[in-house]
T-cell receptor
Framework: AQTVTQSQPEMSVQEAETVTLSCTYD???????LFWYKQPPSRQMILVIR??????QNATENRFSVNFQKAAKSFSLKISDSQLGDAAMYFC????????????FGKGTLLTVNP | GAGVSQTPSNKVTEKGKYVELRCDPI?????LYWYRQSLGQGPEFLIY????????DSGLPNDRFFAVRPEGSVSTLKIQRTERGDSAVYLC?????????????FGAGSRLTVL
């Protein structure tokens, strides 16, 4: 079974600075998808960024980018120019590329943004 | 609707009672998912539907849990003889179809507290 590990229970960053959240995963599959979701106090999970394992190029969405290291099974999220609205729980998630549509989540990292 | 709607937002019940949690997915989305998020944890998969049928219910913890989607739209998660350990946020998500590339849209969840 796949596992997702987020080793940082909490992180903090100053407004306008850059922060990197770590995620590692364990799988024997070669085809899969990785996601970062944001969960603010409203509880609604919001997709931040997605990476297909077959793509070598790292995904980027505005201020959010990932460092995908397939051999190392690492998928970190970099948030540039941090804003107060970025404060939330961040979850890393894995999904198989086959017919298994379950998402496996890590335990999350609580990000605090200091003004 | 514009988003995934879950009701009730919060539910407090007594041990041993029966509970129903409702999910109204985005209109036209054929795939629907249920996840459970315990305090301090990432969401855990329960079940997903393609249309009216449960495509995978392997995450349901025991036979006290049951979910239906009779018309392929609204889904109800049913919990019999609730236990204190069932206390969690129950998240529903939907996607246009079952596909590895599809992104899930989550609702705000139903927080269940069993006293």
């Amino acid at each position: 079974a796949q596992t997702v590990t987020q080793s940082q229970p909490e992180m903090s960053v100053q407004e306008a600075e850059t922060v990197t959240l770590s995620c590692t995963y364990d799988t024997s599959e070669s085809d899969y998808y990785l996601f970062w979701y944001k969960q603010p106090p409203s509880r609604q999970m919001i997709l931040v960024i997605r990476q297909e394992a077959y793509k070598q190029q790292n995904a980027t969405e505005n201020r959010f980018s990932v460092n995908f290291q397939k051999a190392a099974k690492s998928f970190s999220l970099k948030i540039s120019d941090s804003q107060l609205g970025d404060a939330a729980m961040y979850f890393c998630a894995y999904r198989s590329g086959g017919s298994n549509y379950k998402l496996t989540f890590g335990k999350g990292t609580l990000l605090t943004v200091n003004p | 609707g514009a988003g995934v709607s879950q009701t009730p937002s919060n539910k407090v019940t007594e041990k041993g009672k029966y509970v129903e949690l409702r999910c109204d997915p985005i209109s036209g989305h054929t795939a629907l998912y249920w996840y459970r998020q315990s305090l301090g944890q990432g969401p855990e998969f329960l079940i997903y539907f393609q249309g009216t049928g449960a495509a995978d219910d392997s995450g349901l913890p025991n036979d006290r849990f049951f979910a239906v989607r009779p018309e392929g739209s609204v889904s109800t998660l049913k919990i019999q003889r609730t236990e204190r350990g069932d206390s969690a946020v129950y998240l529903c998500a939907s996607s246009p179809q079952l596909s590895g590339a599809n992104v899930l849209t989550f609702g705000a969840g139903s927080r269940l507290t069993v006293l």
